[in-house]
């Protein structure tokens, strides 16, 4: 069982930025695929970003939707157990519930039912 915390969200002005964080427990937090996901209101939940863990190059791999490139980061921590998201030049249209996810295997997913588990989700507000 993984238990995931987001923090970090909250209000920022259009063109500002923030830094979301998701610390997992439970287990070994380098046998983990993680990822972010985020639903405005109204809207079905959507894919932000995901990061892998290669034991053999020891270094991670990233993907994140195209729609976010450039502007958002995504990275891990092993040793703190904690998976960021860096959101750059945010846009009101940014404004929603943040979730963290993580899955059973090391590899990148980008659909919500390859992960098992989920945080309780962080609310980012962009005002304009």
């Known amino acids: 069982q993984v238990q995931l915390v987001e923090s970090g969200g909250g209000l920022v002005q259009a063109g500002g930025s923030l830094r979301l964080s998701c610390a997992a427990s439970?287990?070994?937090?380098?046998?983990?695929?993680m990822g972010w996901f985020r639903q405005a209101p109204g809207k079905e939940r959507e894919f932000v970003a995901a990061?892998?863990?290669?034991?053999?190059?020891?270094?991670?791999?990233?993907t994140h939707a195209d729609s976010l490139k450039g502007r958002f980061t995504i990275s891990r921590d092993n040793a703190k157990n904690t998976v960021y998201l860096q959101m750059n030049s945010l846009k009101p249209e940014d404004t929603a519930v943040y979730y963290c996810?993580?899955?059973?295997?090391?590899?990148?997913?980008?659909?919500?039912?390859?992960?098992?588990?989920w945080g309780q989700g962080t609310q980012v507000t962009v005002s304009s």
């Open positions: 439970g287990r070994t937090f380098s046998t983990i695929g």
């Open positions: 990061i892998s863990w290669s034991w053999i190059s020891s270094s991670s791999s990233t």
């Open positions: 996810a993580a899955r059973n295997m090391l590899g990148i997913a980008t659909t919500q039912n390859l992960y098992d588990y």
